[in-house]
């Protein structure tokens, strides 16, 4: 089975292009065209976040017309770019997504794989973070299928990547801690993914593996000087599919051509 993982979408307004250079319709739509070439395809689609770039309903009734032509089902997180209630809104008809307003916690079961999606999002922040009661919701959740094998999808990555300025703005080190002490407990946690930080990334994290997808738009350039800043690069847009091959997880990264 594939999964195909694509993040940081940051979909505008026609006309409006990201840091004056990128049109991330353009950029969005040839992931969608990349994704409709594969044999086979994909079983489901996850997009972890910072899926439209201000959260306005327009960006998301205009990222809605960019996934039509996906027939599979498509899983959506915010990220910080998002709003929450204009994304349930626009997306009423996706049946795991909550309420308007509600925090965007859900689990589902597509081919015998467990996705659990935490919402990250802080408002008005870039940073990320999880309250209690949401740890206590995974921790539940992932009592329920001890055997199950599970994918977490959250938009901020819960590592140090060693990029300062991302790290500055990651998952808060608190969430972190308690998170990776829910985590390290059950080892059916195939791989925690992330997006956020616009850069293919992986490491070994208390007993799982966090794996960061490429943006579909624009990539921020890899300098781990100290006050460097988030600067976008030509490195392509691109996503990844996750092969999963029965005992394990195999990820691949695409970048359309
Ligand atoms: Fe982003
Ligand atoms: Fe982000």
């Given at each position: 089975?594939l ?8 979909v ?6 990201a ?7 353009v950029?969005?739509?040839r ?5 409709l070439?594969?044999h ?14 201000r ?7 205009r ?12 899983y ?7 709003a ?11 049946s ?6 509600a ?6 079961t597509?081919n ?5 999606a935490?919402?990250?999002v802080?408002?008005?922040e870039d ?30 990555p ?10 500055g703005i ?10 990776g ?11 925690i993914v ?45 996503y990844?599919l996750?092969y ?8 691949h ?5």
């Amino acid at each position: 089975m594939l999964i195909a993982h694509i993040s940081d979408l940051h979909v505008m307004p026609p006309g409006e292009l990201a840091y004056g250079r990128y049109d991330t319709a353009v950029t969005l739509a040839r992931c969608v065209d990349s994704l409709l070439q594969l044999h086979p395809l994909p079983a489901l689609v996850l997009a972890t976040g910072d899926l439209v770039d201000r959260g306005t309903a327009g960006e998301y009734r205009r990222l809605r017309g960019l996934l039509a032509p996906l027939p599979m089902p498509v899983y959506l997180i915010p990220g910080n770019h998002d709003a929450r209630e204009a994304l349930c809104l626009e997306f009423g008809d996706h049946s795991y997504l909550p309420r308007p307003g509600a925090k965007v916690d859900y689990r589902v079961t597509e081919n015998d794989i467990c996705l659990i999606a935490l919402d990250t999002v802080v408002a008005g922040e870039d940073g990320g973070a999880l309250d209690p009661a949401q740890l206590d919701w995974l921790a539940a959740q992932l009592a329920v299928g001890p055997r199950t094998p599970t994918l977490v999808l959250m938009h901020h990555p819960p590592i140090t990547s060693g990029i300062r300025c991302m790290d500055g703005i990651a998952l808060d080190v608190a969430s972190a801690r308690r998170l990776g002490r829910i985590i390290e407990r059950h080892p059916q946690v195939e791989r925690i993914v992330c997006g956020h930080t616009h850069r293919a990334i992986q490491a070994r994290w208390h007993g799982t593996t966090v794996s960061v997808c490429p943006s579909s738009a624009f990539q921020y350039g890899l300098d781990f000087r100290p006050h460097a800043g988030a600067i976008p690069t030509a490195e392509p847009p691109a996503y990844q599919l996750h092969y999963w091959n029965g005992a394990q997880l195999v990820t691949h990264t695409v970048t359309p051509a």
